[in-house]
């Protein structure tokens, strides 16, 4: 049976209309049940801190309760697997960055390649990197520590908690031309009991989870990471005033949702996170932890980590750091 073509012009026209309002019905409903922000660290680290700060706010403004689950383990791939085999509707959002970005740079087969598994949200913060000593350890500067190590190859250790510290690790290594040996941890509470306990020399966190060991004398700073000094320990040197240049990381945390989650969905997401970025109670909080908020679109977000994803691979190259099977 044929139609006359103006018959299915207007047959064709109301099934458009019916679907747009079906489409804008359903970018109303979201979120329609509680979201899960998955942190891949234990809690109490930099990305834990800001999660539950950001959940506690973005709650308020989609209605919803937005729940921090934490997912650690293999260096943040396990949390990051959970996401990207999550339904894609937004439910499931995954507090992420730096490990997603050098993953590349780290593993002959990345875990979760962030572009075709995950799409980004949003940029949150951007953090502030410190490489601290135990409080008893020998060296009192950096200088010190790499001389002792030195010396007898092997003598000092350094607790890592991500593969993001464990590429810094090799890093400091082949630069410094030591042998610090690697200790590695699920997260930093259990590094930092052994950091306590002078089982273990060295480790890098985030200035947002040593300032309390830092001002409380469990933990003595050695060098920062980035272009300057930070306010917040104007008297410790950068890596790269200590010689061991190419150190200017930002490193950054952001959220991304499962690959395919609808537009809609992502936009107020992202809307929900810029509006608790701007909240002044936020930005103050997070400036007294070295946190930098960093609001942005999604498209900003993936075009800075498949730029640094590109910059890490040719560290590592020029490095020489072997890719893990």
Do not use: C, W
Not at 180 to 185: A, D, E, N, S, W
Not at 235 to 260: A, C, H, I, N, R
């Amino acid at each position: 049976m044929r139609f006359p073509r103006k018959t299915l012009q207007a047959l064709g026209l109301s099934l458009f209309a019916a679907f747009g309002i079906h489409a804008a019905a359903a970018a109303g409903d979201f979120p329609s049940q509680p979201i899960k922000l998955v942190v891949v660290y234990q809690a109490g680290g930099a990305n834990d801190i800001v999660a539950r700060v950001l959940a506690e706010r973005m709650t308020a403004t989609l209605g919803q309760p937005v729940m921090v689950l934490n997912k650690p383990g293999a260096s943040g791939a396990i949390g990051a697997q959970f996401v990207a085999g999550s339904p894609a509707d937004g439910h499931t959002v995954l507090m992420g960055g730096m490990p997603l970005v050098v993953a590349r740079a780290m593993y002959a087969q990345p875990p979760v390649d962030f572009e075709k598994s995950l799409a980004p949200v949003g940029k949150a913060v951007n953090l502030s990197m410190v490489l601290v000593a135990r409080q008893a350890f020998p060296g009192k500067t950096f200088g010190e520590a790499v001389e002792m190590e030195r010396a007898k190859p092997g003598s000092v250790s350094m607790a890592v908690t991500a593969s993001t510290y464990e590429f810094y690790h090799a890093r400091i290594n082949k630069l410094a031309r030591t042998e610090i040996l690697k200790v590695p941890y699920s997260g930093v509470p259990a590094a930092m009991q052994d950091l306590n306990g002078n089982r273990v020399d060295l480790l890098i966190d985030t200035l947002a989870a040593q300032k309390p060991f830092i001002d409380g004398g469990s933990s003595r700073p050695l060098a920062v990471f980035g272009e300057r000094r930070l306010a917040a320990l104007p008297e410790v040197p950068t890596l790269s005033e200590l010689g061991l240049k190419g150190f200017t990381d930002q490193p950054y945390v952001g959220m991304l949702v499962p690959k395919g989650t609808p537009q809609a969905a992502v936009r107020r997401l992202n809307e929900a996170l810029n509006e608790a970025l701007a909240r002044p109670d936020v930005r103050e909080r997070m400036d007294k932890l070295g946190l930098a908020v960093a609001p942005g679109t999604p498209e900003a977000f993936l075009k800075e980590m498949k730029a640094d994803s590109d910059r890490f691979v040719e560290v590592g190259a020029q490095a020489g750091i072997e890719k893990q099977q």
